[in-house]
């Protein structure tokens, strides 16, 4: 079946400028996850979100980002007033949800590359 | 809080030669652990997992023995192939779902 997909694949955009990356999960796959993959800080967890309960936000660097579910299933984050440290690829996953949840397997997209000049 | 350490590289290696990858954790409670890889220009995707101490994982020709004792999880093949040349990195999940990772180690397999 399909898997994680994220669009776009890459983004180039210029400092300041508002960005939106998307991801659909793996249909039946009620938990969805946000990761960044940086250089300086490897792979970082940003937010969570399983179901209709509230997202843990606890990873997210700053306030000018900011992620929603709709429906259940696709995922948009967002970063406002990109900085040039932002710059990193951003990966979607997404788990069964049900059970314990440390057990599951996270299944991971190809991530968006987002460059800020 | 929840860390993992994983041997710095590159390696490099010939063919058929054996690879470990040496993988350490810290964690408050029994986490699972798990090896994802990542291919030249491909996303992350999950080698093997084992979710309690002793369990042993494995796919593709690697393993990884859950050993608590030694809090580690070393990824192990015996015979590699050029198609193995990836980033390998090793992570856990404690109490919850956040994955924590190690920095990842670059493998390159040459013919």
């Known amino acids: 079946g399909a898997g994680v997909s994220q669009s776009p694949s890459n983004k180039v955009t210029e400092k300041g400028k508002d960005v939106e990356l998307r991801c659909d999960p793996i249909?039946?796959?009620?938990?969805l996850y946000w990761y960044r993959q940086s250089l300086g800080q490897g792979l970082e967890f940003l937010i969570y979100f399983q179901g209709n309960s509230a997202p843990d936000k606890s990873g997210l660097p700053s306030d000018r980002f900011s992620a929603e579910r709709t429906g259940g299933s696709v995922s948009t984050l967002t970063i406002q007033r990109t900085q040039q440290e932002d710059s990193a690829v951003y990966l979607c996953?997404?788990?069964?949800?049900?059970?314990?949840?440390?057990?599951?397997?996270?299944?991971f997209g190809d991530g968006t590359r987002l460059s800020i000049l | 809080g929840n860390s993992v350490t994983q041997m710095e590289g590159p390696v490099t290696l010939s063919e058929e030669a054996f690879l470990t990858i040496n993988c350490t954790y810290t964690?408050?409670?029994?986490?699972?652990l798990f090896w994802y890889v990542q291919y030249p220009g491909e996303g992350l995707q999950l080698l093997l997992k084992?979710?309690?101490?002793?369990d042993k994982g494995s796919n593709k020709g690697f393993e990884a023995t859950y050993r608590k004792e030694t809090t580690s999880f070393h990824l192990e093949k015996g015979s590699v192939q050029v198609s193995d040349s990836a980033v390998y990195f090793c992570a856990l999940s404690d109490h919850d779902y956040k994955l924590s990772f190690g920095a990842g180690t670059t493998v390159t397999v040459r013919a």
């Open positions: 996953a997404s788990s069964l949800g049900q059970g314990r949840l440390s057990n599951q397997p996270q299944h």
């Open positions: 249909s039946g796959h009620t938990a």
């Open positions: 964690a408050t409670g029994y986490p699972s």
């Open positions: 084992a979710t309690k101490a002793d």
